[in-house]
């Protein structure tokens, strides 16, 4: 009898868990990451992709920007209400009409970090989860003809790094201003 019992709980024991759903378990979201290469590699394509899903808060540093598309992006999330800051390098300021003034004139806070030989950092930083890096110049010429590498991470631990180090260097930076001829 005991045999017959022992079976029978077997039994349904593998039915049970057959047919029963498994248990969702809370999991921490995963972190991804992609990496894009150039020339025509898709690089500008997917940082505007990935500008276009911003809800709060872009940032920006940038050695060389010059990327109409890229500018167009920024000024889209701007419109949307995304907060976005600016960190540029410091010849940005001499060009005649560089993305600093068309984002200033804008109205997207921009800024010039003066403090270093070259301000070479190509970072963006997105909603406090994305980082967007690599050694891709925001610019037309790193899309086209330039080899470059572009790296999309989605990690809110080093997001947080990045935005770290995009505040002490918009503490040390110049606020941009276009002078006018008066």
Same mark, same amino acid.
């Given at each position: 009898m005991k045999r017959i019992s022992t079976s029978l709980f077997v039994f349904n024991l593998i039915i049970w868990m057959v047919f029963s759903p498994l248990p969702i378990l809370p999991q921490e979201k995963t972190n991804t990451w992609e990496v894009f290469f150039s020339p025509n590699g898709g690089c500008? &394509?997917?940082?505007?992709?990935?500008?276009?899903?911003? &809800? +709060?808060? /872009?940032?920006?540093?940038? !050695?060389?920007? $010059?990327?109409?598309? /890229?500018? &167009?992006?920024?000024?889209?999330?701007h419109y949307r209400g995304v907060k976005v800051e600016v960190i540029l390098d410091k010849?940005?300021? $001499?060009?005649? !009409? +560089? +993305? @600093?003034?068309?984002?200033?004139? @804008?109205?997207?806070?921009?800024? /010039?970090?003066? @403090?270093?030989t070259i301000a070479h950092n190509k970072v963006m /930083? %997105?909603?406090?989860? %994305?980082?967007?890096?690599g050694s891709f110049n925001f610019t037309k010429a790193a899309e086209g003809n330039n080899a470059e590498n572009l790296l999309i991470i989605h990690d809110k631990k080093l997001a947080s790094l990045y935005t770290k180090e995009w505040q002490d260097h918009a503490q040390h930076s110049e606020i941009y201003f276009v002078k006018t001829g008066r």
């Open positions: 500008t &394509k997917a940082i505007v992709r990935e500008l276009n899903k911003g &809800k +709060s808060t /872009i940032l920006v540093q940038a !050695y060389s920007f $010059t990327s109409a598309p /890229i500018a &167009k992006a920024l000024l889209n999330a010849s940005q300021r $001499t060009q005649k !009409y +560089s +993305s @600093a003034t068309f984002l200033f004139n @804008a109205g997207i806070p921009t800024k /010039i970090d003066g @403090a270093h /930083i %997105i909603d406090e989860e %994305i980082v967007i890096t």
